[in-house]
């Protein structure tokens, strides 16, 4: 292929890839995402839970609470109103508790004779008037408040009987309110107007929080404004991601820069290899949003990172390139091409197991980096060998390498030597580690807010709490509110919709209860009314809202003032399932169709089993190089070549648990790194045959761009990129140490000719 | 021994309550609701203890009893039932009693949690206070409360309801009693 024919072959991929990227992004087909729950695989052995787990977890994330920290209770409530004003001017609508007794008194007074206390009912039913009348007695002579629409406070003792806090709460400015340490904590429960995820959403609240305490200071000085809620951590999440990013990478590239400087004296390699780690990126970008339509911000940072891989390729053609400036650019990338075949076929090996891990965030990561490496390949082949040249009589690269120092021979095994013991005895400390909570970067003011919130509602029932729930199923919302309310009086205690809505038979008996009070045009009801004083209208009033129409179950499910509890309703394919919560787990001998689901243990056992899986693929992968390096080499030869890749990953490891870092799935990742690296350095040199130095000085090249850019990572805020830019790090590190160690003669001299010629005709 | 108890300048000078003393007092409670065709007038008696208890009778024409003995709220009903009340189920019973208690002890903190001193002033009959609720949970059920006194009794006091009605108590003279005793 002449050199006009690989340029414009380059400049149509190019295009394709431009193309192809802009059009799904303008068509909003593409996106990237940063909730972490979609780099994890759908539940497959309970759906049913999958789909519980994801409508509480939307709910969840919508969720915002504040507490307000008052010195005392002088003008409480007024700077409770002024806060929660601040807030709604800014977008934040925070639910007053008195609106919502206000709206749920509203909601049972449609038809407040089918909602009963369980002792109410059974006086009722044992004499209704004997009932009705005594507890109009107690309502009339009681001092203070009297509803003439519930004249014997059978709906009031319903509405004490509905789910609340314990008897320290009070009330302040609409809010619940309750003393810890002498000070008054007000409580301010909000929804989010917009997606969680939303990097202009998380700004928008962080903003209205920060006006809103920055007004309550300037009121009162010893005020103190709390806020938290799913989205806070997110937006902590994005913000150390992107300072992390920005401050590491930044690093990274001027270290990269200032050696390329160094080494080449020119901008021409710099920019082929800014030019190929771009091109690499966006196709990898490209190919990741049309197989799965949204990649993730991990995956994109990882898939960054390791594409840092590919200018490993870029810097072994330079430097031969620069090695001998004299000579065509076609000699230098013969040199380097059945070492990048090589390390592109391993690499890819390495990633295209990952495919195979059943777990969203690999599978991405896999397609980003197989399209990147491979952009990168032909990136070199076609475009960096045609563009770059060095300036006539440039020889420093070669004056570099003529003086070539070399460690002594002992120096190498020695260092090795150490830390293969230091790892091995770190290896026994390693601690694997699957908890998705351990990924996040949280800041001391974020967790400081989070834990005094969390103090303040612990009592505070709610469909939040832990991560354990219990599903009860049943062909019909009304027989899995029946059940859900038996397992409670099993239980001893539970939150669920049945302590708001009885079930349609439930509701039946409550009405039944009342029939003697309203038979023959509510005579008894009258007369009791009468004695007492009252007008008739009143005796009326109740009848007639008596006879009224009472709503269906799922009628007064979908009502308004029973919104909040909406996640709780799963609908199945065949019937119902109600998400209920047991203070105390679930009870011996429930009855069928009820079951417990602990959400964080799922997640877990999904994050193990995808560390499982991918550990199995790496293995497998580590295998399968095997096979193709003794295929090349022979078995002892491939075993050689693999020996710095495997010996990088070992201590990678063994140095995680001297460090006190787990193992977890972005360790993982990182081994697979240290594959492909590890892999792409001894085969360099193994490959070098004539041009030995400059191999040994464009892997030394190699080993510091990658330390650069994937080592730094260590010293990320958030554990997922520690853990990755650690091992990364510390692994290819090691690998680079260990890689002369693999580029002896050949172990099976003849066999190996014969395969060397038939690659490189291929290369 | 004389308590004062500052209410917004206005002193009330009360019999202080030595242990083992309670102080009681007959009252006439007259209840007026828009439901009801004619106000609603009962005799009662109640008693006052020392460590937070309060004794409300209704004597007649109907005998009822609501009784505070520490966190615990009991009322007796007319046919001689009895049974604990729910806070959320009355939430403004706990203010009401508590007021009550600490006014008449002498505890102006106890007092001032739950209501608030809007209005002062005097008339004929003695000194008049405006009282509205401090607690929101107790502004559910009233708005306003009015107590009429002189130098060393509690002479009236009404209530006016969220709901639009008024009770209105006339008090006989505070006495002592004996903590135990039941008259």
Not at chain 1, 30 to 49: G, K, M, N, Q, V
Not at chain 1, 497 to 524: C, K, M, Q, V, Y
Request: with cysteine.
């Amino acid at each position: 292929m002449n050199r006009r024919r690989r340029l414009g072959l380059a400049a149509l991929g190019l295009l394709a890839i431009a193309v192809l990227l802009a059009g799904m992004l303008a068509n909003g087909r593409a996106r990237i995402t940063t909730d972490i729950f979609e780099l994890l695989p759908e539940s497959r052995r309970d759906p049913l839970a999958a789909q519980a787990m994801a409508q509480t977890r939307d709910a969840f994330f919508d969720k915002l609470t504040a507490v307000l920290v008052l010195p005392d209770e002088a003008g409480a409530a007024d700077l409770v109103r002024h806060t929660a004003d601040a807030l709604a001017e800014n977008g934040i609508e925070m639910t007053s508790i008195a609106e919502q007794m206000a709206r749920l008194q509203a909601f049972y007074a449609q038809q407040p004779f089918a909602f009963l206390t369980a002792a109410d009912r059974a006086e009722l039913e044992l004499d209704a008037s004997a009932a009705f009348s005594r507890h109009l007695a107690a309502s009339l002579l009681r001092p203070g408040g009297f509803d003439p629409e519930d004249p014997a406070g059978h709906l009031a003792r319903f509405l004490a009987g509905l789910p609340r806090g314990s008897a320290s709460w009070s009330m302040a400015g609409g809010h619940p309110a309750r003393w810890i340490d002498g000070k008054l904590h007000v409580v301010l429960n909000g929804r989010i107007d917009g997606d969680p995820m939303d990097a202009q959403v998380q700004e928008d609240v962080a903003q209205a929080f920060e006006l809103a305490a920055a007004d309550l200071r300037a009121t009162c000085a010893s005020c103190v404004l709390h806020w938290s809620g799913p989205i806070r951590f997110a937006k902590a999440t994005r913000n150390a991601a992107e300072t992390d990013i920005t401050r590491l990478s930044t690093a990274a590239t001027l270290g990269i820069v200032l050696l390329f400087a160094m080494i080449f004296r020119a901008v021409a390699p710099l920019m082929a290899a800014i030019g190929t780690l771009a091109t690499s990126v966006l196709a990898g970008l490209t190919a990741s949003l049309a197989v799965f339509g949204q990649i993730h911000a991990l995956t994109l940072v990882f898939g960054t990172t390791a594409l840092g891989l590919c200018i490993d390729y870029v810097v072994h053609f330079l430097v031969h390139r620069y090695a001998r400036p004299r000579e065509s650019s076609e000699h230098a990338l013969s040199a380097v091409a059945p070492g990048m075949l090589l390390g592109l076929t391993t690499s890819c090996m390495a990633f295209a197991f990952l495919l195979l891990s059943g777990f969203p965030a690999l599978s991405q990561l896999a397609v980003f980096a197989l399209t990147g490496l491979a952009t990168a390949w032909l990136s070199v082949r076609l475009v960096i060998s045609e563009l770059v040249s060095p300036r006539r009589g440039d020889t420093f690269v070669a004056r570099l390498l003529q003086r070539e120092r070399r460690l002594p021979a002992s120096v190498r095994p020695a260092v090795l030597g150490l830390l293969f013991v230091a790892a091995a005895f770190g290896m026994t400390r390693l601690a694997v580690v699957d908890d998705v909570r351990g990924l996040q970067a949280v800041p001391p003011d974020v967790a400081r807010d989070a834990r005094i919130i969390d103090q303040t509602t612990a009592d505070l029932p709610g469909i939040g709490g832990g991560a354990r729930f219990v599903l009860i199923e049943a062909p019909d919302i009304d027989a899995a509110l029946a059940r859900e309310a038996s397992l409670f009086v099993h239980a001893g205690a539970g939150f669920g919709l049945s302590r708001f809505l009885p079930d349609a038979s439930l509701r039946a008996a409550n009405i039944s209860a009342w029939t003697d009070l309203f038979t023959e045009d509510a005579s008894a009801l009258q007369d009791i009314l009468a004695r007492f004083g009252f007008e008739p209208r009143v005796a009326a009033a109740l009848t007639a809202r008596y006879r009224s129409a009472l709503p269906s179950t799922s009628q007064l499910a979908e009502s308004a003032a029973l919104a909040s509890l909406r996640p709780l309703v799963v609908a199945t394919n065949d019937g119902f399932a109600l998400v209920a919560r047991l203070p105390e787990g679930l009870p011996d001998n429930v009855p069928p169709g009820v079951r417990e689901v602990d959400a964080l243990a799922e997640i877990e056992t999904t994050f193990a089993a995808v560390r499982e899986r991918g550990a199995i693929a790496v293995m497998s992968a580590y295998m399968l190089m095997l096979l193709i390096l003794s295929w090349r080499y022979g078995f002892r030869g491939g075993l050689r070549a693999l020996m710095p890749a495997l010996l990088g990953a070992f201590t990678a490891m063994g140095l995680l648990g001297l460090s006190g870092l787990p193992l977890n799935v972005f360790s993982l990742v990182g081994l697979v790194l240290v594959l492909g690296v590890g892999a792409d350095y001894a085969l360099f040199l193994r490959e070098a045959r004539n041009d030995v130095p400059a191999a040994r000085f464009a892997t030394l090249l190699a080993a510091m761009t990658s330390v650069l850019s994937f080592g730094l990572l260590a010293f990320s805020s958030l554990p997922a990129l520690q853990a990755f830019g650690f091992t990364t790090g510390s692994g290819v590190l090691v690998a680079f140490l260990a890689a002369p160690l693999a580029g002896r003669a050949p172990m099976r001299g003849e066999a190996e000719e014969v395969q060397t010629e038939a690659f490189d005709r291929a290369a | 021994m004389i308590v004062m108890l500052l209410l917004a300048g206005v002193t009330l000078d009360l019999p202080a309550l030595p242990d083992g003393e309670c102080l009681e007092a007959g009252f006439t409670q007259t209840r007026t609701l828009p439901a009801l065709s004619r106000p609603l007038t009962l005799k009662g008696r109640l008693r006052i203890e020392r460590d937070n208890g309060l004794d409300w009778r209704i004597l007649a024409p109907y005998q009822y009893r609501f009784a505070v003995r520490g966190a615990t709220i009991t009322e007796t009903l007319p046919d001689g039932t009895s049974r604990v009340v729910d806070d959320a189920e009355a939430p403004w019973l706990r203010g009401m009693s508590e007021m009550f208690s600490a006014m008449l002890r002498g505890d102006e903190a106890g007092f001032t949690e739950w209501f608030e001193v809007i209005d002062t002033g005097s008339t004929e009959d003695g000194q008049r206070i405006r009282l509205a609720p401090a607690n929101e949970l107790v502004a559910q059920a009233m708005t306003a409360i009015e107590i009429l006194h002189d130098d060393a009794h509690l002479r009236a006091l009404r209530i006016e309801e969220a709901g639009g009605g008024t009770t209105a108590f006339a008090f006989d003279p505070l006495v002592h009693c004996e903590t135990g005793e039941t008259r």
